[in-house]
């Protein structure tokens, strides 16, 4: 026999060591993983605090200059190509590929905000 017997775990392929506990690499997995998620509802609860929709409607103003409201959930987007406070996504009411922010509420008319309103994206964030 050139390997291990096989009643002995291998340390290479258990996700944990042969006590039970984990390993560094799935300990360090669970720690980065926990940043992210921490990372992300930190940005959303000052985003909120500046006045942003974020974490569900949002308000979003496309490079053309066209308001619509959208679903925007940090951390994950299915419908958009996220690249930090910017996304690349279709905008509904020029029918273009662009990219588009977020836009404080409080900075926009009364008008803006109901052309915002008649003007959704598709439903999934």
């Known amino acids: 026999m050139d390997g291990p017997p096989d009643d002995v775990p291998s340390s290479?392929?258990?996700?944990?060591s042969t006590d039970g506990a984990p390993t560094r690499r799935t300990r360090k997995k669970r720690n980065v993983m926990a940043g992210v998620i921490?990372?992300?509802?930190?940005?959303?609860?000052v985003a909120r605090r500046k006045g942003y929709g974020i974490g569900g409607k949002t308000v979003v103003r496309c490079r053309a200059g066209h308001l619509f409201?959208?679903?925007w959930i940090p951390g994950g987007s299915l419908k958009a190509i996220r690249l930090?406070?910017?996304?690349f996504q279709r905008?509904?009411?020029g029918k273009h590929w662009t990219f588009v922010v977020p836009v404080k509420e409080t900075a926009l008319t009364d008008e803006e905000r109901h052309?915002?309103?008649e003007h959704r994206d598709v439903r999934i964030p």
Do not use: D
């Open 84 to 87: 930090g406070w910017v996304r």
């Open 38 to 45: 921490v990372l992300n509802v930190v940005g959303t609860i």
């Open 69 to 71: 409201t959208t679903i």
């Open 12 to 16: 290479a392929n258990s996700p944990s």
């Open 115 to 117: 052309t915002a309103a």
């Open 91 to 93: 905008c509904p009411v």
